[in-house]
Structures are given as structure tokens and as C-alpha cells.
């Protein structure tokens, strides 16, 4: 494994995460809603699954997959009507005023590591991912350094965003708008879920 190796998977790493998905839009939100401190914390919690996908797949958690077809689709099917279950919530929650910090951070840290934990599809494009871009015979210390590169990355990343969203101003925006952008997000996440589900 070379340093351009982890270069190629960080950039790539990088286009996965600001594609939307069910974890940025969370993680936005969460920021814009509870504050700078529940929006990192549900950073830190999106990172610590999205790094144990990434070690799953590196101790070849897709070839289960592929060979208990069933498992796949029991994970795809609970991870969808958790998604499901999130936009109703949202779409119903959207005349609710929030207050500030209404989310306490171990509260958005754990809805963090649940958002993750249901998407089985994380796992299967970290394997994809892992072997497109490294090379085979990985020893144990260059998967444990993949692992702890791949965190280090997502916590930076939703970090970052939650410093730049957490401004008064952003909140602001935020509060005056909240009833049209709650329900875009549920309508989102209610189809990202569909998605999961029904898609292959």
C-alpha cells in the first residue's frame, strides 16, 4: 500500500460522502437545529459506523452477503423502514418550533451510529471501493491504518460542516425556512429509504 493509494480512496471517500444520502442530510440538519455540539457529535457517530463498514468489508463482510443472499436483504429491509421511520417523523415534527441544543450531543452521536448501522449498502461499496483502489495482500497493520484513515476523514469532514453551518446566520435561515426544509428532507429520506429497499 502506498500514500497515493490512500490519496485516491480519501478523494473518493470525499465525492461518497457529499453525495446525497441519508447521512448528510441528517448531519446537516442536525447542525442547523440543535447546534454546533449535536452536529458534531452526529459526525463523530456517522464516522465511527462508516469506519467499521470499512473494516467489515476488509474482513469480507460482502462475501457473506453474496453468500446468504437473505441476510442482505434483512439488513436492506430494516435499514429502509428505519429511514422511512425518520422522514415521518420530520414530516410531522415540521410546524415544531425547535429550540437550540434541543438534541443533546450522546443523543445525535447515537442516531448518528444507527443511520449508518442500517445501511448494509455502506459495507458493499467500502468493499468495492477497498478493491479498486488497494492492492491485494493487505497486511493487518495497512487495514487497521485504511480503518483509522477512513474515521479520521468522515470526522474531519462533518466537523468542518458543522463549524460552517453553525453560525447564527445559518441558523437563522434555518428557523425562517424550517417548515419547507424539514419536509424536503423527509421527502428525501422517504425516498432514499424506498431506494434501499426496492433497488437491488
Known sequence: MSFEHVILFNLTLLAAILSP????????????????????????????????WTAAALLGLETVFAAFPWAYWAAKTVGAAYLIWIAIQMWRGARTPIQTDLRPAGRAFRDGVLLQAVNPKSALFAAAVLIV????????????????????????????????????????RY???????????????GALGLRLVLGR
Open 21 to 52: 444520502g441519508p447521512a448528510l442530510v441528517m448531519a446537516i440538519r442536525t447542525t442547523l437545529s440543535a447546534g454546533r455540539r449535536a452536529g458534531i457529535a452526529m459526525g463523530f457517530g456517522l464516522g465511527l459506523m462508516a469506519a467499521v
Open 133 to 172: 483502489i488497494f492492492p491485494p495482500g493487505l497486511s493487518v497493520m495497512d487495514k487497521g491504518l485504511i480503518v483509522l484513515n477512513h474515521l479520521a476523514v468522515e470526522i474531519a469532514f462533518y466537523t468542518g460542516l458543522s463549524m460552517l453551518l453553525s453560525t447564527q446566520a445559518a441558523q437563522r
Open 175 to 189: 428557523m425562517a425556512a424550517k417548515l419547507y426544509l424539514d419536509r424536503g428532507a423527509a421527502v428525501v429520506m
